[in-house]
């Protein structure tokens, strides 16, 4: 308690012994546009209050009237760091709605694409982590390898942020000799920008003075705020839906599942690293796969389902059968089979879930997203309380809140 | 991985008798529906069972159904076995004039947020609830948008009148 003798406040003023301050909703340090309203004792957290739905652009309500291929794009918005992971998430959900079978040569083509968004998103989040501890450099070093990311997406669907990549069933065209060449430059080069990137980092006395024991979460609490993905991992949590619920052929590949045991920042550090090293080893992997496929094989980049898979442009113009499909799917005119399903991608962020329930007409009846984002940081009033204001904003980008998968 | 569909259907029925109903597997995954003022019994059963052991809360949400009369409302809970890998739903009818049902945030803190997004979409009221606030709409909105009596433009409309573009 501090003496106040010496301070007069004003007639009917309210004393009060902690400072309101607002982080957010549009600060720098945020990362996103989310406000916390903390209320602080000299420079300790005592009391965090987050709002959220700054970005809300009710995807769940625009969903509902939208024909299954036009609700990809919705999907690239939500963790817009790695938007292709949703995008597939969305194709695999209506896919098992549906019933459909993709080759193998889709699924393996898939990985490459998830995995590479995977990194594209932990390597945001870990160089970001070291630009709130003080470390510039380490993020412009592994910025220009999003790029180099990017332009294998733009090389495949065209667009590089919000991706619309794939199709239900598969892409949309298959891989150029362009995108492969990406691709191989990229498995070249990033390695050895990552290992540098460590080494600045890893073993770097202040870095790990900013981020050991810096925002910790025990597993029990980390499993009853509903963590996933790294955040749950760092705390010790062996869960990972590529393991547990293989899709797109993930039980083909041989890769590990790292784990911390402290839940602070170092460990979410550490483990987002070693997945981006696991998914460079899985992308090799599938890369090698898809080579092997040979002659006509090579060619297979979508599954046979003409009643979502849009057909070539040339057989719109000449195939009859073709047209019809064309403007039915373009019209949004196709049935979906009544159902209930729950699919769940490993987004970078956590399980990525999606709930969608059809009854049978042309758009969902109800789609529910499953934002890892949004669930797990309810806990961050908990565990920042107590630390300072700079640990704090260190355990913000190190959960790595994305404002659009908060806000849906 | 030994845990099946037919095991939890057993010990459920065991425990509860026929108060759970609708029994279905929509792409293996168990379902089922329990009465509004049991679910919290339900949750604790299948969180404190030592051989179910559904411990983590994987999704909260509603979904409405105007044309049933009664129970508009329904609150779907999707469970998680982590140890067995198991997943199973459930489902609770409410009556939208009467939307209540218990809060699940005692025994799980992430239902925190997802009953009030769930509030602040379809208006379920949770009993119990520490702090059922709008969480993504203004705090100012008197209405909740999510239910089907708001309907947006329709997009697939079959009344294509337009000789132009159709809409």
Redesign the interface.
């Given at each position: 308690m501090q003496s106040t003798e010496h301070i007069v406040l004003p007639e009917g003023s309210l004393e009060k012994l902690t400072t309101t301050l607002n982080l957010g909703p549009t600060h720098p340090a945020t990362h996103g546009v989310f406000q916390n309203i903390l209320e602080m004792d000299g420079e300790r957290i005592q009391k965090a209050t987050s709002t959220v739905g700054y970005i809300h652009r009710a995807f769940e309500k625009i969903a509902e009237r939208r024909p299954l291929y036009q609700i990809t794009p919705l999907t690239d918005r939500l963790n817009y760091c790695s938007s292709p992971i949703n995008n597939m998430g969305w194709h695999l959900t209506c896919e098992k709605l549906l019933g459909v079978e993709t080759p193998k040569r889709v699924d393996y083509l898939r990985i490459i694409i998830m995995e590479l968004a995977r990194i594209s998103d932990h390597l945001i989040c870990n160089s970001i982590v070291g630009v709130d501890s003080g470390a510039f450099s380490g993020f412009l070093y592994l910025m220009q390898y999003r790029e180099l990311i990017y332009e294998i997406y733009e090389e495949v669907c065209g667009s590089r942020l919000t991706t619309n990549i794939g199709r239900i069933g598969g892409f949309e065209r298959n891989f150029t000799n362009a995108a492969f060449e990406k691709l191989e430059r990229f498995l070249k080069e990033y390695p050895v920008q990552l290992k540098e990137f460590e080494n600045l980092f890893l073993r770097n006395r202040i870095f790990m003075g900013r981020t050991i024991g810096c925002g910790p979460i025990s597993a029990e609490r980390a499993l009853n705020y509903g963590f996933t993905g790294p955040n749950l991992r760092a705390a010790g949590v062996d869960y990972d839906v590529r393991v547990h619920t293989p899709y797109s052929s993930y039980q083909d590949f041989d890769f590990t599942v790292p784990v911390g045991t402290t839940g602070d920042c170092y460990d979410r550090f550490l483990v987002r690293g070693e997945e981006m090293w696991q998914s460079l080893s899985i992308i090799n992997q599938a890369y090698k796969k898809v080579q092997e496929f040979k002659g006509t094989e090579a060619d297979i980049f979508h599954a046979d389902v003409p009643a979502y898979y849009l057909p070539e442009k040339k057989d719109v113009y000449t195939k009859m059968e073709a047209l019809i499909y064309h403007f039915k799917i373009i019209m949004g005119e196709t049935e979906i089979p009544a159902g209930e399903v729950y699919t769940s991608v490993e987004g970078a962020n956590g399980e990525l879930g999606f709930y969608l329930i059809s009854d049978g007409g042309r758009t969902p009846y109800r789609l529910h997203f499953r934002r890892p984002c949004f669930i797990y940081y309810q806990a961050y009033p908990e565990i920042t309380k107590g630390s300072m204001l700079s640990d704090a904003i260190i355990t913000m980008s190190s959960l790595n809140l994305i404002a659009g998968e908060l806000d849906a | 991985m030994s845990l099946t569909n037919e095991i939890i259907k057993q010990r459920l029925v065991e425990k509860f008798g026929d108060q759970l109903t609708d029994w279905v597997e929509?792409?293996g995954?168990l379902?089922f529906t329990a009465p509004k003022d049991q679910n919290l019994k339900v949750l604790q059963f299948l969180f404190d069972d030592a051989e179910l052991r559904f411990?983590?809360?994987?999704?909260l949400?509603a979904?409405?159904y105007p044309a049933k009369k009664g129970e508009e409302l329904a609150v779907?809970y999707?469970l998680h076995n982590?140890v067995d890998?198991v997943?199973i739903?459930f489902k609770v009818f409410a009556d939208i004039t009467k939307p209540d049902v218990f809060s699940a945030t005692a025994l799980?803190?992430?239902a925190?947020?997802?009953e009030r997004?769930t509030y602040d979409?379809f208006g379920v009221n949770f009993l119990g609830h520490p702090n059922l606030i709008?969480?993504?709409?203004?705090d100012e909105m008197d209405y909740f948008?999510?239910r089907k009596e708001?309907?947006?433009?329709?997009?697939?409309r079959v009344d294509k009148d337009d000789a132009m573009f159709?809409r």
């Open positions: - | 929509p792409y995954m379902t411990q983590f809360l994987t999704d949400q979904v409405h779907v999707h982590l890998n997943r739903r799980y803190q992430s925190n947020w997802m997004e979409f709008r969480v993504l709409n203004v948008p999510m708001f309907p947006m433009e329709e997009q697939t159709g």
